[in-house]
């Protein structure tokens, strides 16, 4: 057993709140130390926004959980300090290949494109990734920047008033109250935060359960995404095999509705479904099972007064796609930028709901691939299933049928339109994939790329066009990024931004998602666009 789990991170110590005559108010409050709160609280200590982090425990997560790591979240961890690591440590892949029955139907490259700093995915265990991020938050606090993790500080009651929160936590050395001035919920799809203010998810949960088995084992498989449909190991169901770092591999094994979830992970039990997959002359070892059921549901809000939710805390997807902890990072990225805005008073309050908006929509998409995905995978009739298999069939000789083919649309970046962030698209016959709304796709700019010169500010990104290089329009400052097309010879940078036309303007969010667009520099234009970006307008 991997020994990371025995090791506390972030022990308990007893902190000067609980001696306070009075309860301490700080500026955030982040409940939950898993990947997400790690996230958010990271993201708010860079901006220079005092945070503390209380979780009830003290250490990684035990098992492997998420292990998908998808490039716009890898990006957004670049941000954060943290991105390195992850690749590093992480498994790369692109391919996948598709089986039905005992034979392969088809493969697919999830990065067909060059010109990208980082990979279509990487597989990493979870326990890895929180303690980049924790090793991240020490590094923080070496360079004193205001952020704090609080372990075995479990929160046992909320009360939400109109210009702060309160909250009682218990510890190993008893109660004690603190105030927070917003108070960020990332405390899982159980969210303690989400019961105590007595809310609930709205959406499926599906009558289907899934073994998830990490194994141990020097395979010689490689490293892509195997995905079987009705395989001669598991009759009339799934499987899934991922290789992870340290000869890790995950297998998920669809096992059917009505089952004894406890009996289905004894040892006695899992070993003989993973021979019967693998092979009897295989040696492995068990490092962790579980159990999951299907869900794709969230909340109705995410934000309720000075109450965020985030992460599996607000929405939840089955795991098919690798939507969970990718689009929670997203969730974050989304949200901090636009508090630091409303702390600082630079922008109104009001900016927060369109958080609510924006990430809503990408939770409605997420849940729409994911309960499609379930769907395909799982279907519900006898016709259902002959069409599904139909397909399956189709596909292994006709490329129109795999598109059809559904083992989990795997996750992409969401494209905020119909936000009121952005600005009417007036650069008419550029790429669609940079309309506004849409997260900055990368390029390559010689030895450089594009993304890392965005950084998480407001930029003014020219193309081969003429602005000034600063514009500072209430509160609001937007510094210029100038490139242009000989920066890069691939022309990458141009088939994404510029399309056929000659030059371009973007005004970039600080979450490096696209607000305006146009074909040349128009001052009231863009001081307008600023303020629509911002919430003013």
Known sequence: MNKIFEVPLYAYARSPDQDASSPVRHKVIVIGAGPIGLAAAIDLAQQGIEVVVLDDNDKVSFGSRAVCYAKRPLEILDRLGCGQPMVDKGVEWNLGKVFFDDRQVYDFNLLPEGGHQRPAFINLQQYYFEEYLVNRVRELQEAGAPIEIRGRNKVEAIGTHPDHVKLEVETPEGSYTVEADWLIACDGAGSP???????DFVGRVFEDNFLIADVIMDAGFPTERWFWFDPPFNRGQSALLHKQPDNVWRIDLQLGWDIDKEREKRPENVIPRLKAMLGEDVQFELE?????TFQCRRMEKFRHGRVLFAGDAAHQVSPFGARGANSGLQDTDNLIWKL????????????LDSYD??????????ILNSSRSTDFITPKSEMSRILRDAVLDLSEQYEFARPLVNSGRLSVPCTYDGSPLNSADALLNGPARTRPGSPCPDAPLGDEF???????????????ADAPDLIEEDGIEVTRLALSVKDDPTLELKRRYLGDNDGAVYLIR??????ARRPTYDENQFRHAIRRATGKE
């Open 450 to 464: 594009l993304l890392p010169k965005l950084g998480d500010k407001f930029i003014l990104l020219t193309i081969d």
């Open 510 to 515: 600080p979450d490096q998602h696209v607000a």
């Open 193 to 199: 935060v989400r019961s105590m203010l007595g809310l």
């Open 288 to 292: 962790w099972v579980s159990i999951y």
């Open 340 to 351: 630091k805005l409303v702390m600082e008073g630079t922008a109104p309050e009001s900016l």
């Open 357 to 366: 908006m924006e990430r809503i929509h990408g939770a409605d998409e997420n």
